[in-house]
């Protein structure tokens, strides 16, 4: 009991590190298929692909499939091959992202489309992605072709979706988090249900490493809402307010919108059409959040999923694999602090 | 014999009429499946796919699945998924090709990115991707995952390579035909082959289609490539001289500048680096074409392929299956004249 009561006392400031020595023998045999298969006569692929793929990533994805089969005590190397499958897709989905955004900044340099042009992003992307499902392929189940194809048809549509969305700032919070369980919560899902595949543990533990990663997703993507008002380049890679001026809708303008005065709803209209772009406008948009909770809202949600997905490997023995990606719940969170 | 000898007069104009009518039933069911497929709750995703699916393509590479199906006899329904699979993932080429190449015009119609933007063009393309690759696990062979995957990656390491390529005058005809087996008669020699595998046939079997569609896939762009010069809207959907203008060099302009003199070299260079783009340099362009022979002789180098194409074909019986996939070979070539 006495151990239990301590290891509820505050910590430091989560890491990702356990989830680091967890993962990390798994993670240099996963570099070393990223590498390997990212290579192609055509030499603007590897080039290409290299900037973003060794560019400072933090390689959660692949991560969270070596985190899982830990969990699962699986032995196997299997998982390493689909977990590069999940970097390549999630690498595919960020270059034709920046294409989408019109980016010019990630993870704090310059994106692939601004360095070799949007062509040349595309068509990498198409590589990558082709390149993910014939590593699947190579694995062999179709159990894991089935899910990471359903995935990826997920992502793109909830990428649409979010297009279509785009300045709408009516959007409603059912709808948005709808958007984003596609488009980013997708793909941390499959990244983990794979190791119950691979592990062969059955449908129970597939859903609990499903739930674990959807929810985790879906934390990790409010928490970006959130940052996009409070951090700066230097903390993440990108300006303070990059979402704001591009007019994309997020949960903590959708809880402002619907919370705000008509002038306020007025002012987020404006910002959102792309009238609002200035520095001024800016601190006025933090001015709001503030006023109506917005952003401590928006982690309040954040939390709700993280301990969702805390509570989906509730099934699991207590050990340093659930401790771990426990951990990394707790880690998404308090990036915003 | 006579039979024999009155096969080889010279027919009416070639036509794709055979094929359609052996892939008839089959193109029925395959659009079914394609139709089907092609829906979302996300309303932009049917209406943005629709556009360019029911927008007056040929269906040429599903009928040839169809056709081949009906080479072998194969009596099951299993390609049709695989058929909508194919054409699925060319339509995600064209919609990032014309994004590649901010094109206005494909099939005589304004192009998704031009209505739509490229953003959407881009994430759609991203779904019918993934939708193929569904469609495939479905069908469940990981020898046709295998194919296609293999096949889709080809064709993004050529566009790669042929964006690489643009406005390199000097590029060799061997190096080009490199490019457009990749990213044109990867999908061709894959529709074609994946029929033999659910036949169960063999790879003798599947490598003679593999041939006959690489090999007619490789014609079919050479003719394209030729087209550009001597054709104009009404009869190919995109004007006359397109390619001249992007700068893509293709095999009439690679012949003419390999054959010119220094003077002539210099007019090609120009025109590859976008400084003879007005309607006077088309017309010195298709002069210097003429004057080398680089459009006739690139025409016998279609022809050649087209040749090796049909002689594929050899092993199978003689019937109206094999007829018709003999003269999709000739429509092909005969596009030109």
């Known amino acids: 009991m006495t151990a239990k009561v301590l290891s509820l006392r505050p910590r430091g400031t989560p890491s990702l590190s356990g989830l680091m020595v967890l ?7 996963v570099n070393h298929v990223i ?6 006569p055509v ?3 590897p080039e290409l692909a290299g900037h973003l793929i060794a560019g400072g990533g933090k390689r959660l994805r692949p991560m969270l499939t ?14 390493h091959k689909l977990a590069a499958a999940v970097e390549f897709i999630h690498t595919a989905t960020l270059l ?6 019109a980016s010019g900044l990630r993870r704090g340099k310059a994106t692939a489309n601004r360095l070799w042009g949007n062509p ?7 590589f990558l992605f082709s390149r993910a499902f014939e590593l699947m392929v190579e694995d062999g189940s179709l159990r ?8 990826s048809a997920i992502i793109a549509e909830g990428e649409v979706a979010q297009l279509t969305a785009q300045r709408e700032v009516e959007t409603s919070e059912d709808r948005y988090l709808e958007i984003i369980t596609a488009k980013t919560a997708a793909l941390f899902s499959a990244a983990c249900q794979i190791s119950g595949v691979v592990a062969e543990r059955g449908p129970d533990v597939e859903n609990a490493l499903e739930s674990y990663g959807r929810n985790l997703g879906i934390a990790f993507q409010l928490v970006d809402d959130a940052i996009d008002f409070v951090s700066d380049a230097d903390t993440m890679g990108k300006d303070v307010g990059d979402d704001f001026r591009d ?21 987020w209209r404006d910002a959102m059409r792309g009238k609002r772009v200035g520095p001024e406008d800016l601190i006025e948009a933090q001015r709001l959040l503030g006023t109506s909770n917005a952003i401590s809202d928006t982690m309040a949600r954040a939390r709700h999923y993280g301990a969702r997905a805390m509570d989906a490997l509730s099934g699991f023995p207590n050990g340093p694999a659930r401790r771990a990606l426990t951990e990394t719940v707790e880690f998404a969170i308090a990036r915003a602090y």
Chains 1, 2 share one sequence.
């Open 96 to 101: 034709h992202d920046d294409v989408v955004d």
């Open 35 to 40: 590498i390997d298969r990212m290579q192609s």
């Open 120 to 126: 040349a992003s595309v068509l990498v992307g198409d």
């Open 66 to 79: 070596l985190g899982c089969a830990a969990l699962l005590d699986y032995g196997g190397t299997r998982h």
């Open 247 to 267: 007019g994309k809708v997020t949960l903590p303008i959708i809880l402002a919108y619907a919370r705000g005065s008509e002038d306020e709803r007025q002012f």
């Open 23 to 29: 993962a990390g023998p798994g993670l240099t045999a």
């Open 144 to 151: 894991v072709l089935k899910i990471l194809s359903s995935a």
């Open 43 to 45: 030499a603007l692929i």
